[in-house]
């Protein structure tokens, strides 16, 4: 048995003994955005870090790592009640929101993910439905999907902020990803970079894939409860196939 092999038993036997489940069907994959498909997130902190800025608030620029997940409403509303003891106004967190979404955008396109194309490849080849599960609502980048990764996601299958009364850690985006795909927990797969967004799709019952994309450590990610954690997209590229495959066979 190789040492991979190994880590994907072991991880699939901690699965089923945190979740009850006794046999694993994956018919979907419930995929994260920012961080996972697209390399945005130092782009995103910029943006957070300077908007923050306008209104006369410093936050390091990796504290922003820690909130992806949540949508902009929570990050404005945890911020805005930590340096201000205040509540923030609907309209001021539009206001704020808007902004950083500007500052995003005026950074110039992102990248797609190196080795994400190959994941999703993968998924489709092992006839999982691909929903998109996102705690963003920057249109700029969801509405390019269709032309990075043609083909993976029917138009629909997608959870953003819009769409949720609770972001990431809470388990409804990746519960409601699950309701679009018509699939039960453990027939569903979550794809994942940020430590709340793991906390979400473990509380949703799925095996949580926790891909570390940026400065975030392995031990957040465990913490965060992640039932697999590869160091970056390609490292997940180069064994996902083969995980599917015990998946199937448990
Ligand atoms: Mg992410």
Same mark, same amino acid.
């Not at 790592?65 to 967190?93: D, K, Q, S, V």
């Given at each position: 048995?190789?040492?991979?092999?190994?880590?994907?038993?072991?991880?699939?036997?901690?699965?089923?003994?945190?979740?009850?489940? %006794?046999?694993?069907?994956?018919?979907?994959?419930? @995929?994260?955005?920012?961080?996972?498909?697209?390399? /945005?997130?130092?782009?995103?902190?910029?943006?957070?870090?300077?908007?923050?800025?306008?209104?006369? *608030?410093?936050?390091?620029?990796?504290?922003?790592?820690?909130?992806?997940?949540?949508?902009?409403?929570?990050?404005?509303?945890?911020?805005?009640?930590?340096?201000?003891?205040?509540?923030?106004?609907?309209?001021? @967190?539009?206001?704020?929101?808007?902004?950083?979404? %500007?500052?995003?955008?005026?950074?110039?396109? *992102?990248?797609?993910?190196?080795?994400?194309?190959? *994941?999703?490849?993968?998924?489709?080849?092992?006839?999982?439905?691909?929903?998109?599960?996102?705690?963003?609502?920057?249109?700029?980048? @969801?509405?390019?999907?269709?032309?990075?990764?043609?083909?993976?996601?029917?138009?629909?299958?997608?959870?953003?902020?819009?769409? *949720?009364?609770?972001?990431?850690?809470?388990?409804?985006?990746? #519960?409601?990803?699950?309701?679009?795909?018509?699939? #039960?927990?453990?027939?569903?797969?979550?794809? %994942?970079?940020?430590?709340?967004?793991? #906390?979400?799709?473990?509380?949703?019952?799925?095996?949580?894939?926790?891909?570390?994309?940026?400065? @975030?450590?392995?031990?957040?990610?465990?913490?965060?409860?992640?039932?697999?954690?590869?160091? /970056?997209?390609?490292?997940?590229?180069?064994?996902?196939?083969?995980?599917?495959?015990?998946?199937?066979?448990?």
């Amino acid at each position: 048995m190789t040492h991979v092999t190994a880590i994907i038993r072991e991880a699939i036997a901690a699965y089923r003994a945190r979740t009850g489940y %006794e046999h694993i069907r994956p018919r979907a994959a419930l @995929i994260d955005m920012d961080g996972t498909l697209y390399d /945005s997130m130092s782009n995103h902190a910029t943006a957070w870090q300077r908007m923050m800025h306008e209104i006369g *608030v410093e936050v390091p620029h990796d504290e922003f790592f820690l909130y992806e997940g949540m949508t902009g409403a929570a990050t404005i509303t945890h911020l805005i009640g930590r340096e201000e003891h205040r509540t923030p106004t609907p309209e001021e @967190i539009k206001r704020l929101y808007h902004r950083k979404t %500007e500052l995003f955008t005026e950074q110039g396109p *992102v990248e797609p993910m190196p080795g994400a194309a190959e *994941v999703l490849g993968q998924f489709q080849r092992h006839g999982l439905r691909c929903v998109l599960v996102t705690g963003s609502g920057q249109s700029s980048l @969801i509405n390019r999907l269709a032309a990075d990764y043609p083909g993976v996601f029917i138009p629909g299958d997608r959870i953003t902020s819009r769409d *949720v009364k609770r972001g990431k850690p809470s388990p409804e985006p990746y #519960q409601r990803g699950m309701q679009i795909a018509g699939v #039960q927990p453990w027939e569903a797969i979550v794809l %994942e970079n940020a430590p709340l967004g793991v #906390q979400s799709g473990v509380a949703a019952g799925a095996f949580t894939i926790g891909v570390t994309t940026g400065p @975030i450590p392995v031990e957040m990610m465990r913490q965060a409860g992640a039932d697999i954690i590869f160091s /970056s997209m390609p490292e997940c590229a180069a064994a996902i196939d083969q995980l599917l495959i015990e998946l199937q066979h448990t």
